[in-house]
């Protein structure tokens, strides 16, 4: 709300008759998935603070058509239009990830598989992006670098150069350190050619993440694979190839556009005086 209020609003104090009270109206102006609304209802607290009414018209995760109302809010009007902005804002972000991602999820559907977000997140949202994702029915990949190993490409390098023609023997003595030392934490590594994945399908590991793999490279890889470890599809998913992805065999989906490129859902606020 800083970025808004700081200087105050030179309008609606200018313009509104003192002490005005007003009721508001937010809805969708557009089909998609809802969520946000506990976020837009803290906005609403912060600036209104006193004399404030929310009521909500639906949850987080429900189907919403163009023209429902989605929340209403009652309270003094000069703080219900200075936070209607930033409500909207939260609002429409989270709505349109969650969209997407039901999107994925309903193409995928009857696959077994699971859709994933990644952390390509917008910096200082990741926790309520990542909320929006499982609105939307997708699943959360790490949270953070700590929450699993996921030892990818440039990591691979540095093994690579340090134990030439041995680097995946290395990376499997280090995975069983890790296995030893913490053994709740899982294990995943990125394979980029189907001849990663044959040299790495045997070492104890949780996961393979198959990256940037064609339809037939991912059918080669479950084969060689041969249910031993998890896999992961990645790179390059799209709305339009994630089924033929999904029906290679492989365990997951990850989609950084969900995050970092969906489109936001619009909403709007009307006051009804």
Request: proline residues 3%.
């Amino acid at each position: 709300m800083q970025e808004d209020l700081s200087q105050g609003d030179a309008t609606s104090g200018s313009f509104l008759p003192k002490g005005s009270f007003c009721r508001a109206e937010i809805s969708a102006k557009e089909k998609g998935i809802v969520c946000g609304l506990p976020i837009a209802r803290v906005v609403f607290g912060e600036v209104c603070r006193e004399d404030l009414r929310l009521e909500s018209a639906c949850a987080d995760g429900e189907v919403v058509e163009p023209g429902t109302t989605v929340l209403w809010v009652s309270g003094p009007a000069e703080g219900v239009l200075a936070a209607e902005r930033t409500a909207l804002n939260f609002l429409q972000h989270l709505s349109g990830v969650a969209t997407l991602t039901r999107r994925f999820v309903e193409i995928v559907d009857g696959t077994g598989v699971r859709v994933l977000d990644t952390r390509k997140t917008t910096p200082g949202l990741r926790a309520l992006e990542k909320y929006a994702v499982r609105c939307g029915g997708g699943a959360n990949h790490r949270y953070s670098l700590g929450d699993h190993v996921l030892v990818k490409e440039n990591h691979l390098a540095f093994l690579k150069t340090a134990f030439p023609g041995s680097w995946a023997k290395e990376l499997g003595l280090r995975a069983e350190r890790i296995r030893r030392s913490r053994p709740w934490i899982r294990i995943e590594v990125e394979a980029q050619s189907l001849e990663e994945v044959a040299e790495l399908r045997s070492l104890p590991l949780d996961l393979l993440l198959l990256d940037n793999m064609d339809v037939e490279q991912l059918r080669k890889a479950v084969h060689l694979v041969g249910g031993r470890l998890r896999l992961e599809a990645s790179g390059g998913i799209t709305l339009e190839n994630v089924r033929a992805v999904a029906e290679t065999g492989v365990d997951f989906v990850s989609v950084g556009a969900l995050t970092h490129s969906a489109k936001a859902m619009d909403f709007s606020l009307r006051v009804t005086i």
